[in-house]
Every structure is written in C-alpha cells, then in structure tokens.
C-alpha cells in the first residue's frame, strides 16, 4: 500500500479551512451585508468599490440592511486604506446629521472609521464621502448609500435600489 506524502494532510487542512468547517451560523441577512458586527479592517467591510473622482485605493463603507425606527442613532463605518492618511467628511442629505462631520484617517490606524447618522421623519438622499490627503488637498467625492425614507422608519441602501 502506497503512504500519502507528508504534505497531503496538511494541504486537506487547509481546504477544509479555507470552505469552512460546516458550522455556518450567520444568517441570511448576514450574508445579504446585512451585518451589524462591527469591521475590523477594510477588506471586512460588505459595501467596498472603486467609485469617486480620482479614488486612488478601494473604499467602501459598511452598514446593515434593516429598518431603524427615525431619530435612532445608527453606526456607518467607511472603510479606507489607512495608509492614505487624510481624513475623511461627511455630507449628509438635508435633515440628516452625522457624527462627527469629519474624522483623521491616521496613517497607523485601521481604516475603518465609524460614524452615527440619526435620520428625522422624511428625510432621505444619499449619503456623501469626500476625502481628502494629509496636506487637505481633495482626493476623492465617494457617493455613499441611500437613505430611504418608509412609513415606520428609515434604512441604508445601495443607490438606484
């Protein structure tokens, strides 16, 4: 009989790793980006592209799909390569507050920058990024998500859906 070579277990480790191990516990709406975990790094974000004026890296932003009922104070984390630096300002739609309005993206940071959008009853639009280098200069103008305004409540949505 023929012995697998000392590599093969190893390599099957990896596979299994790497598809999991069967034990998938989160939801459909997490799969969906729906997710209220917090990221821990930018590739960990579920709404990550390469949209803007002269956006020089992929960014994204990170938020969950559901209904919050208006005046709640929801997180919106937007999610950069920290080695760019800079900072980071939001321009809310009419009526929406952000907090804060623009925060540092420090070069030994994670790239994940958490912001609380509180949405009045009616107010809806896009949510709006500008970045800007270290010196100040503008480096790029990121449309965000929507807001969609609903009856009961207000949600985050991909625009144009």
Do not use: K
């Not at 990550?48 to 104070?73: I, N």
């Not at 925060?103 to 896009?126: D, E, I, K, M, Y």
Request: net charge negative.
């Amino acid at each position: 009989m023929r012995r697998a070579p000392a590599a093969l277990p190893l390599a099957v480790a990896l596979v299994l790793a790497a598809c999991g191990t069967g034990s998938d516990t989160s939801t459909s709406q997490d799969r969906a980006g729906g997710t209220a975990m917090a990221p821990t790094r930018p590739a960990d974000c579920n709404h990550v592209s390469l949209q803007g004026t002269d956006a020089a890296a992929a960014v994204g932003f990170h938020w969950t799909g559901e209904e919050h009922p208006y005046g709640t104070a929801v997180t919106l984390w937007f999610c950069v390569d920290p080695r760019l630096g800079g900072s980071v300002a939001f321009g809310p739609p009419e009526g929406v507050t952000v907090s804060p309005a623009t925060q540092p993206n420090p070069a030994p940071g994670t790239g994940v920058l958490p912001f609380t959008v509180t949405v009045p009853a009616g107010a809806s639009g896009r949510v709006r990024v500008r970045a800007s280098d270290p010196d100040g200069r503008p480096q790029a103008d990121i449309g965000g998500p929507e807001i969609v305004a609903a009856e009961s409540g207000w949600r985050f949505s991909e625009p144009g859906r």
